[in-house]
């Protein structure tokens, strides 16, 4: 992790980013990015399966440009995240769009635009997708995301597959609707869908899941509906502290175990999986306080820019970008960040060295659900993006002045006079 003294992504020291750019700045790994997505397909060689990148993870132009470049499809939840596939050079047979609430303009542009399929999470979404294929005079290939009702054992705000989580339809009610979809001019149903959480590190959920899906789809083909495709979603964890994540060798063992003999396309979205450990925070420290019996390091990143922690309690581990003498002496530390909230805190009793005023330090493991959840609050400086690759680097987004980020606020005419009464 450090070389020549300092933290690097690849061969670039990530102090001269921060020299360069400033911070805060989310760097990542367009290397670290290739190689998990190529752990996925050397296991699946036997068993050739598209691999389509969850944007919602970190939907910056370059990461999915970099993931698409070898082989990724895309996996969306708006028509702007199909825009941004698109822009990105993701081919449209490749993307998947997927999502509760999919308005009409949204299925009309997917439609449109050519999308490998829609997942359908309810039956009133079936019959919008049915009423604006048939005004395109198309057929919407579609699969059904279906709610398996099993518990993916992790945390109640990220777990998506139990009765009565807002996401697809109960499987007990699966069959009667690919019935009806069936008999929909409008709808083409070609393959089953299930997704039932995020950062899963154990493989008995996954294996729950998908015997139900695989004898649903079997159940539905014996019907008469000849289902081609299955699409296992993703979820697979990832290393934030002490997780030990699921090899993908051993993954595909259990997908192959149980798809043996059925001649079935596979599709999974994995998103968190290929790009949370490839990307970093770097931030500066502002001040070193003591305060009630405790020492703070407040950074000029805060929950605006990395809110997991403040959202889910999450852990992500901080280094000092400047490698840490041997006999340095290491302190108890509570990490937080420059926003006016008490709950802006990244971590507690973190043993770093006695930071001061201008020194750096990194958050790891920080590519996914970073920059993309990031916000305006307290109108500070916003977090650059930065892709490494090698010994090349280059600015993928610029962190923006509050300046820029209310350019596109207006005030009304009736508020530009002076003083009321004036």
């Not at 708006?78 to 998947?96: D, H, K, Q, T, Y």
């Not at 296992?232 to 934030?240: D, K, M, S």
């Not at 108890?332 to 802006?344: A, F, L, N, Y």
Request: charged share 25%; net charge negative; hydrophobic share 45%.
């Amino acid at each position: 992790m450090y070389h020549g003294g300092g933290l690097a992504c690849e061969g670039v020291p990530l102090e001269e980013i921060a020299r360069e750019v400033g911070t805060p700045a989310y760097v990542y790994s367009a290397g670290a990015m290739r190689a998990r997505l190529r752990e996925f397909h050397e296991a699946f060689a036997d068993r050739p399966a598209l691999f389509c990148y969850a944007v919602k993870a970190n939907h910056n132009l370059a990461v999915i440009r970099n993931l698409a470049r070898v082989g990724a499809g895309a996996d969306t939840v708006s028509g702007g995240e199909i825009e941004r596939a698109l822009a990105a050079g993701v081919p449209p047979e490749r993307i998947v769009f997927a999502g509760v609430a999919k308005t009409d303009d949204e299925i009309r542009f997917a439609l449109s635009t050519g999308v490998l399929q829609l997942n359908v999470e309810s039956v009133p979404e079936l019959m919008r997708i049915d009423a604006v294929a048939r005004e395109l005079q198309l057929r919407a290939p579609v699969a059904f995301r279906i709610n398996p009702d099993v518990d993916a054992g992790t945390l109640s705000k990220i777990s998506t597959g139990r009765k009565g989580d807002k996401f697809g339809v109960p499987f007990d009610e699966a069959a009667d609707l690919y019935a009806l979809a069936a008999g929909l001019e409008g709808i083409n149903p070609v393959g089953l869908h299930l997704h039932i959480g995020s950062q899963i590190t154990r493989l008995d959920p996954f294996a729950a899941a998908y015997r139900r899906g695989i004898e649903l789809l079997r159940t539905i083909r014996a019907a008469g509906i000849p289902l081609r495709r299955l699409d296992l979603g993703g979820g697979f964890g990832v290393r934030y502290k002490n997780e030990e994540p699921v090899p993908a060798s051993a993954f595909a063992a259990l997908v192959q175990g149980l798809t043996a003999g059925l001649d079935v396309e596979l599709v999974f979205e994995p998103g968190r999986a290929l790009v949370a450990e490839a990307g970093a925070l770097v931030a500066s420290v502002i001040y070193r306080k003591e305060s009630g019996g405790r020492r703070f390091l407040i950074l000029d990143a805060g929950m605006n820019v990395l809110i997991r922690p403040a959202l889910y309690d999450a852990w992500h581990d901080v280094l000092p970008l400047a490698e840490p003498r041997p006999e340095a002496h290491l302190e108890p530390m509570d990490v937080v960040g420059p926003i006016c909230e008490s709950s802006d805190i990244f971590g507690r009793d973190r043993y770093l060295p006695l930071l001061d005023a201008g020194d750096r330090v990194a958050f790891l493991s920080a590519g996914a659900y970073g920059s993309v959840m990031a916000s305006d609050y307290n109108s500070r400086v916003s977090a650059a993006e930065v892709l490494v690759d090698g010994d090349r680097w280059a600015v993928v987004k610029p962190g923006l002045a509050p300046s820029r980020q209310f350019a596109d606020e207006t005030i009304p005419d009736w508020l530009a006079a002076g003083p009321e009464g004036d």
